[in-house]
DNA sequence: CCTACCGATCGGTAGG
DNA sequence: CCTACCGATCGGTAGG
């Protein structure tokens, strides 16, 4: 006789709205174990249903992990514009410390939404929709600065898109880089937030005499 | 009765080195499916062998991973020395831009690599000592190229590892950006090659006025 | 939304 | 280095 252990866990979702628990519960396996421990039937325990419930909400493996992928892209936006905002910048300079601090905190702290983005098997051509969107959204809080400091003569002139794309090459280098070891990783928040400001100060200034 | 197909690839390793057989089978397992196709027991196949065999030259799965992430610093580090005299350049702002070309070259060539290397679980605590050396070896490519310009008087004066890690950030972040498909990847090498010049030029004269 | 089932794959080990 | 086996997990579907 096998004994039964409840594992439902206590406040699983209630009728709610399984879609979204469901998306609750990959970025929690996602977080905790990586992309390797991510699949419909973990999550559909994590969120108290049977393995096969979640097909009432998403047509495959795939779907769920584009959904993920979309909240990943919503997030980064969201921590990158409230960071700008707090920052209170207002010179091209500053903004753009201001959304590289950004995105590196967010980085650090939900390192499972950069690795489920940019190593899964999600590539640009069979992303639906929405999730294409979600991206291109972050990309233009970036590529907005970028435009309007060239404009106000903060930035030297240059194609708008090949600016972003070395703020952009650089911040998410730096991002994976704490996020994998390589580098040693600042112990703490503000010593994190300090080395993001003096790397992004390089490629403002220039690393050439 | 089962019809038997010859699944054992016509030039599949013979008694030589299987260990380095298995890694060359991971390695393509790797570049035609990505990380999630990777499996001991497929290797063992593409290598002409029993699924139990790969056990006697890798005590786990881990192992191997690690062993193919090994090849893959040495293949990047030969990249980036090749182009770097391949290039001439003697001055600071030009090996950079070599050595970046080199980088870039080799992520878009061999994708699979830094999936592996930055993507798995291969952290750098529990990374076996040998391929730590072979990452080290790669940063060390770079790092010395930083420290003769600085010393030479051709990059502004900072630390060393500072000015390496905004390097590295850049070139890393753009490799993956080419990679996941998230910039429209320049058709031809030759247009990839002129891109990364172009962004790498911004980092040694600055994006600011 | 559940139970029961399918075929497939996997890492790993025993025993030779 | 092989065969045979283990327990586990997975994506997905049928049928209710």
């Given at each position: 006789m ?8 206590p ?6 709205d ?9 970025v ?22 049977s ?25 980064l ?19 753009l410390?201001a ?5 590196v ?10 690795q ?17 969107a ?22 030297r002139k240059?194609?708008?898109d ?9 911040v998410?280098?730096?991002?994976m ?14 010593l ?13 200034e220039?690393?050439e005499?």
């Amino acid at each position: 006789m096998k004994i039964r252990v409840a594992q439902k866990p206590p406040d699983a979702y209630q009728h709610g709205d399984l879609r979204e628990a469901l998306i609750d519960a990959g970025v929690k396996l996602l977080t905790e174990g990586g992309l390797a421990q991510l699949s419909l039937r973990a999550a559909a325990q994590l969120a108290g249903v049977s393995h096969g419930a979640p097909y009432r909400h998403y047509r495959d493996k795939a779907a769920l992990v584009a959904a993920i992928a979309e909240r990943g892209f919503r997030t980064l936006t969201k921590a990158m514009r409230d960071e700008l905002e707090r920052s209170g910048a207002r010179k091209a300079g500053r903004k753009l410390t201001a959304l590289a601090v950004g995105y590196v905190a967010f980085a650090t702290a939900h390192p499972a939404y950069l690795q489920l983005i940019f190593g899964s098997g999600l590539s640009k051509e069979d992303a639906p929709e929405s999730l294409r969107a979600a991206g291109e959204e972050a990309y233009l809080v970036l590529r907005d600065v970028v435009e309007a400091g060239i404009r106000a003569g903060e930035l030297r002139k240059g194609d708008t898109d090949e600016v972003a794309l070395a703020c952009w090459s650089l911040v998410h280098g730096l991002s994976m880089l704490f996020i994998h070891g390589a580098v040693p990783k600042p112990e703490t928040a503000k010593l994190e937030r300090a080395l993001t400001e003096r790397v992004v100060l390089l490629l403002g200034e220039g690393i050439e005499v």
